[in-house]
């Protein structure tokens, strides 16, 4: 990415100034529980509540689907701690899922968590994942093929064998509404819930950088990403706050016979709103997406300025392409005005860089809609359909 140097200089400021006001906030909202635990008051994240005790950290995470419930509770202990003193181990196994930590062997399901640990520096500590053709570093893909990562097969049935040859402390694996983790789950191995996907705020997401800073033993850098993007961010979000005009934008496309709409609240409708657009749907309400027609979202979004969503193909799509796979497209504004960007997550780093970046994601939509702002900018992850 290109950036001029006063543009550099003013985000090294920003970042410089947020961190006191963060630990400054920390402080002055932290309280003490009944069990004499310190909680931290996390500024973004819903999903997850983080209390530090003498010698243990208790993580709970809140059910997105019934967010009045508790879905887990996780017990991280120091393994130097738990590893011979079985009465420790017995007493914190009875307040939740107990974890010795750092994790020394986890096993990763997604493609995200695992640019995550990636970006986290802690791959060493990574010894399985999941369905590695989505995974876009290089670094990862070379301890693939070098057999330093082992490769389980898909998300949705891991080669359970393989996970037990590897003795693995954890495996992180993103929950669904409904549904288990199949035979993994009769394996005695914990497994971490990894619903940073459901936070509203793209900053919900990247603060769940901090349990996974816990778990892999480097609190302190996890900290220290979540201040940087979080001050970024916001400075992105102040900039695009100033603006007189907000264009409209449509989302996403049509698969199969239903629309996927993203909810405004979900932190794709975030994104947009702070990169300062007008989305068509921001009556939607609900925290994930909504099933609509192609006749339904039309009506909605035929007159939207522009339209953005993502793919997965071998080659750049083109706005031939797109009307080969379904004429009627041809009839939105933006596909008459050209004004169609679309990113292609197999070559992109979109999701690699979604939980802890969405900063850079937001400058790209940023220069989409209002490029005076930006006007050097080089985008990363969207690009323009052309003929």
């Known amino acids: 990415m290109n950036y001029n140097k006063q543009y550099f200089l003013s985000i090294a400021v920003l970042i410089a100034l ?3 006001i963060l630990i400054g906030c920390r402080g002055s909202h932290t309280r003490q529980g009944a069990e004499a635990g310190t909680v931290d ?66 096993v990763i399901y997604t493609s995200v968590h695992v640019a995550m640990a990636a ?16 995974i876009t570093s290089n ?15 898909q ?8 996970i037990i040859d590897l003795g693995c402390d954890v495996i992180i694996a993103s929950p669904f509404e409904n549904s288990g983790y199949g035979a993994a789950e009769k394996l005695g191995i914990p ?10 705020h793209p900053l919900g997401r990247t603060e769940w950088v901090k349990f996974y800073g816990l778990l892999f033993g480097c609190k302190d850098i996890a900290q220290a990403q979540f201040a940087s993007t979080m001050a970024r961010y916001d400075s992105l979000k102040n900039i695009c706050s100033t603006v007189s005009y907000r264009p409209s934008v449509v989302l996403e496309r049509k698969w199969g016979q239903t629309w996927g709409v993203p909810a405004a609240r979900s932190y794709i409708g975030t994104l947009h709103r702070d990169a300062g657009a007008d989305y068509v749907f921001s009556d939607i309400t609900s925290s994930s997406s909504v099933h609509m027609s192609f006749e339904q979202v039309f009506e909605r979004g035929c007159d939207a300025d522009y339209w953005l969503f993502k793919y997965s193909g071998g ?35 979109y999701y690699d860089d ?18 005076e702002l930006s006007p050097d900018y080089q985008m990363c992850y969207y690009f323009r359909l052309l003929e």
């Open 354 to 371: 979604i939980t802890l970046h969405p900063d850079r994601i937001l400058e790209d939509l940023m220069h989409i809609y209002h490029p």
């Open 155 to 162: 998300s949705t049935s891991p080669n359970v064998e393989k």
């Open 41 to 106: 008051s996390l500024l973004y994240a819903e999903g997850l509540e983080i209390a530090y005790f003498s010698n243990f950290t208790r993580v709970s995470l809140r059910d997105p689907w019934d967010t009045v419930k508790t879905r887990k509770t996780y017990i991280l202990a120091p393994k130097t701690d738990i590893k011979d003193n079985h009465s420790l181990r017995d007493s914190l196994s009875k307040l939740g899922i107990l974890i010795g930590t750092p994790v020394e062997r986890a």
């Open 119 to 134: 970006q986290l520096g802690v791959l060493d500590q990574v010894c399985g994942v999941c369905e590695p053709q989505y």
């Open 18 to 20: 947020a961190t006191p």
């Open 315 to 349: 080659k750049p799509m083109t706005l031939g392409d797109l009307k080969r796979e379904y004429l009627p497209y041809s009839h939105f504004k933006a596909y008459k005005t050209q004004c169609i960007y679309a990113c292609n997550t197999l070559v992109s780093s």
């Open 191 to 200: 497994i971490v819930e990894a619903a940073d996907y459901m936070e509203h």
């Open 139 to 153: 670094e990862v893909l070379d301890r693939i093929n070098n057999h330093l990562i082992a490769d389980l097969g």
